[in-house]
């Protein structure tokens, strides 16, 4: 309800998001904290040698665009956004596939795949994404020799 949101505004959160969480709306909402985040208004992110261009929706590895799709490009922003956080099949599922009917979690290990090659995070690059057994996945940072 609007005073629920009022309360948790005034409690110190920065923002609200209702259920049914909106897709669209949901991801404006990233996308304008990770402006505001930024420093100098920078349109890019960097994670060791990948870089997100926030404003043409692409992912550069070693400087040459990695070409993936819209889904792919959200599913890895999220996770270069945060490292070492795990997320569940479902909540990618109802994060990212919000609205699509008949969508089931091998989507999500399929898409994580791509993104994996892609991107090369099998831990070579210092970051590896790897699936945790009952929970999801996660991207973490690993040390090369």
Not at 5 to 22: H, N
Not at 95 to 103: C, H, K, M, R, V
Not at 109 to 116: G, L
Not at 126 to 134: N, P, R, T
Request: glycine content about 8%; cysteine-free.
């Amino acid at each position: 309800s609007e005073e629920n949101a009022a309360d948790v505004l005034r409690a110190g959160a920065d923002d609200f998001i209702p259920k049914p969480i909106r897709y669209m709306e949901f991801m404006a909402r990233i996308e304008a904290l990770l402006r505001h985040s930024r420093p100098d208004n920078a349109t890019t992110l960097r994670v060791g040698n990948i870089e997100i261009d926030l404003d043409t929706q692409k992912i550069l590895l070693g400087g040459a665009d990695v070409g993936l799709t819209r889904r792919e490009f959200d599913l890895a922003t999220l996770f270069l956004t945060n490292v070492g956080r795990i997320f569940s099949r479902e909540e990618l599922l109802k994060n990212l596939w919000q609205g699509e009917i008949a969508i089931d979690t091998r989507t999500v290990d399929t898409h994580s795949s791509r993104v994996r090659k892609k991107l090369g995070l099998d831990g070579g690059s210092g970051l590896v994404l790897s699936s945790v057994y009952g929970k999801g996945y996660r991207l973490d940072t690993v040390q090369t020799d």
